[in-house]
């Protein structure tokens, strides 16, 4: 047998997960919010993008984005963008969770990703991360940062507001990927 076969059949096993990286869709799912309300995907049908937002409690390049997060639904979910938080961190509990978005005035979901499904499914790596998604096909139209700076003051590209701007005006998304930066999602697994 020729030793070379199976060295090459986990290069490409590599190669195949490399290349995967972000799906182009999602599925359908439900988390409970932190009341325990579930909320589905399906829940935002009518909506012209549902964005995904993942978040923390405890992460300071997450809370950094708080005020960001709010301008953000305010100007946004006038357009009819729907915004849903999502939190993966193992160990951000329910309460913690919901204090937090009390404190920040959050006016979006906040939902529990328990054992990491979601964030499993979606590959998402970071807080914060952003997945706008098709409304009805559930096609990931944009996937990366809110935008190239934590520091408000030094930004220089508005990357999910561009992305946003393009899918309510009827175009195709310029630019549909970009490098999400801030702490790592702390999973259960």
Do not use: W
């Given at each position: 047998?020729?030793?070379?076969?199976?060295?090459?059949?986990i290069f490409?096993?590599i190669?195949?997960?490399?290349?995967?990286g972000t799906?182009?869709k999602?599925?359908n799912?439900?988390?409970?919010?932190?009341?325990?309300?579930?909320?589905?995907l399906s829940?935002?049908?009518d909506?012209?993008?549902?964005?995904l937002m993942?978040?923390?409690?405890?992460c300071?390049v997450?809370?950094?984005?708080?005020?960001?997060?709010n301008k953000?639904?305010?100007?946004?979910?006038?357009?009819n963008?729907a915004?849903?938080?999502i939190?993966?961190?193992?160990?951000e509990s329910?309460e913690e969770?919901?204090q937090?978005a009390?404190?920040?005035g959050f006016?979006f979901?906040?939902?529990k990703?328990?054992?990491n499904?979601i964030?499993?499914?979606?590959?998402?790596?970071?807080?914060?991360?952003i997945f706008v998604v098709?409304?009805?096909?559930?096609e990931?139209?944009?996937?990366g940062?809110?935008?190239?700076s934590?520091r408000?003051s030094?930004?220089?590209t508005?990357?999910?507001?561009?992305?946003?701007d393009e899918?309510?005006?009827?175009?195709?998304?310029t630019?549909?990927?970009?490098k999400?930066?801030?702490?790592?999602i702390?999973?259960?697994?």
């Open positions: 047998m020729n030793r070379a076969l199976p060295a090459f059949m490409l096993t190669c195949t997960i490399l290349i995967a799906p182009e999602v599925d799912f439900t988390l409970n919010d932190y009341n325990g309300k579930k909320i589905s829940d935002f049908k909506s012209k993008a549902i964005v993942f978040v923390a409690t405890q300071p997450s809370n950094a984005y708080n005020e960001r997060y953000l639904f305010e100007d946004y979910s006038a357009k963008v915004f849903v938080g939190n993966s961190n193992k160990q329910v969770i919901k937090h009390a404190e920040h006016k979901p906040i939902l990703d328990i054992n499904i964030a499993d499914k979606l590959d998402a790596q970071r807080t914060p991360e098709h409304p009805t096909t559930y990931i139209l944009y996937h940062r809110i935008d190239d934590q408000e030094l930004i220089k508005n990357d999910l507001r561009a992305a946003l899918i309510l005006a009827g175009k195709p998304v630019v549909k990927e970009t999400a930066f801030g702490c790592t702390k999973r259960v697994k």
